[in-house]
T-cell receptor, first 118, second 112 residues
Framework: DVKVTQSSRYLVKRTGEKVFLECVQDMDHENMFWYRQDPGLGLRLIYFSYDVKMKEKGDIPEGYSVSREKKERFSLILESASTNQTSMYLC?????????????????FGEGSRLTVL | AQSVTQLGSHVSVSEGALVLLRCNYSSSVPPYLFWYVQYPNQGLQLLLKYTTGATLVKGINGFEAEFKKSETSFHLTKPSAHMSDAAEYFCAVLHNTDKLIFGTGTRLQVFP
């Protein structure tokens, strides 16, 4: 089974702190994603990466950055946490399906990291 | 731009009753559509998907969805709800080849 592991299930941080959310997948997937989940807003894409050292902005990248130094690890960074970044953060991965669209869209998710910024 | 709209943020049914969760899509190209489920304190998992071909798609746990182009809909149904079906359900559409655009979610409650 594919396993996507997020390092922390629950975090409490203070405004202005630098926050790292770590995600590791064990299935050699090329693509990795960070989503933010808020009630009434569903999942919104923050950043994604198609390969090591590659990153692309999603729909709400402001206030976030990412790092992908190794294929299996995709980190989300909040340079200076703010209260409006209190949320559930979900990491996901999938193999590269660009040449087989019928298999695309099947994401494997981690269990989420619930971040509270005070 | 592609998008999905889920009608109803909360749906409540009795155990054994029909489950109907609504999703409408907007897409300028033939859409690839998905339903994901999130059980309490867990990540999302794929329930079913429509790509091409048969418009009635069957998924896990007895769920199915029908793609209706004329109505731009992809509603999720289950004939008889179980208590274990209580969860949040997300409809999604594939953008390009790998990005999923999610709806706002529908929380399903099942009463005994």
């Amino acid at each position: 089974d594919v396993k996507v592991t997020q390092s922390s299930r629950y975090l409490v941080k203070r405004t202005g702190e630098k926050v790292f959310l770590e995600c590791v997948q064990d299935m050699d997937h090329e693509n990795m994603f960070w989503y933010r989940q808020d009630p009434g807003l569903g999942l919104r894409l923050i950043y994604f990466s198609y390969d090591v050292k590659m990153k692309e902005k999603g729909d709400i990248p402001e206030g976030y950055s990412v790092s992908r130094e190794k294929k299996e690890r995709f980190s989300l960074i909040l340079e200076s946490a703010s209260t409006n970044q209190t949320s559930m953060y979900l990491c996901a991965s999938t193999p590269n399906r660009r040449w087989d669209r019928d298999l695309a869209g099947e994401l494997f998710f981690g269990e989420g990291s619930r971040l509270t910024v005070l | 731009a592609q998008s999905v709209t889920q009608l109803g943020s909360h749906v409540s049914v009795s155990e054994g009753a029909l489950v109907l969760l609504r999703c409408n899509y907007s897409s300028s190209v033939p859409p690839y559509l998905f339903w994901y489920v999130q059980y309490p304190n867990q990540g999302l998992q794929l329930l079913l998907k429509y790509t091409t071909g048969a418009t009635l798609v069957k998924g896990i746990n007895g769920f199915e969805a029908e793609f209706k182009k004329s109505e731009t809909s992809f509603h999720l149904t289950k004939p008889s709800a179980h208590m274990s079906d209580a969860a949040e359900y997300f409809c999604a559409v594939l953008h390009n080849t790998d990005k999923l655009i999610f709806g706002t979610g529908t929380r399903l409650q099942v009463f005994p």
